[in-house]
């Protein structure tokens, strides 16, 4: 055989190969948009936890207020507890604890957003923020249990508006979900 028929056999190939692949990224691409689906239960989910979350920052950031009246001693601020990257964060606490109701209560629904979009959309994206949210209220949880000086109005509001970022990135999420667009539903 010559060089030329060899040659040309490889071209060929090389033609298939690479239209076999195109086509198999167009196949993943389209079944993977077509599991993502809009879910009104899910979107609520994330809603009502965004409103939640925000009265007891209305309600921490007063008590801040009234607890930052007294002149600030120049004891260095108490800091959270580290966090390893990939270390599980639970909110749970004992009732004895401040603001236990809010922390099991937000434990409870970040699970419940985190395992529903699971099933439906397996966005690692929404994993990464969900482990955001419970990164910041863990922060503020170990501060309030642990740490004798109060947290200041300007750092409660650095921390809202945080979970305010994420949150409305969740619901951004879900309204592209929503309106169909790359999805089916």
Known sequence: MSTFGISHRRGILKSIMKAGIAIFIVAVTMTGCSTHQYDPALD??????QSKADRQF?????QA???????????V????APVVAGQ????????????SAFFNSAETD????????KI??????????????RNIFYQIKYKRQHCSQQDSPAYITLQRKQVAVIMQSMLTYEGV???GTGTSQ
């Open 88 to 99: 599980p964060l639970l909110l749970i606490s004992p009732l004895s604890e401040p603001d």
């Open 177 to 179: 979900l929503e309106n």
């Open 65 to 75: 207020m009234t607890d930052n009246t007294q002149a600030a001693s120049p004891v």
């Open 77 to 80: 601020a108490c800091q959270a």
């Open 110 to 117: 970040l699970a419940l957003i985190e395992s529903r979009t």
């Open 44 to 49: 609520k989910q994330i809603t009502d936890f």
């Open 120 to 133: 439906l959309n397996n966005n690692p994206a929404i994993d990464q923020q969900i482990s955001g949210l």
């Open 58 to 62: 209305v309600a921490w950031t007063a």
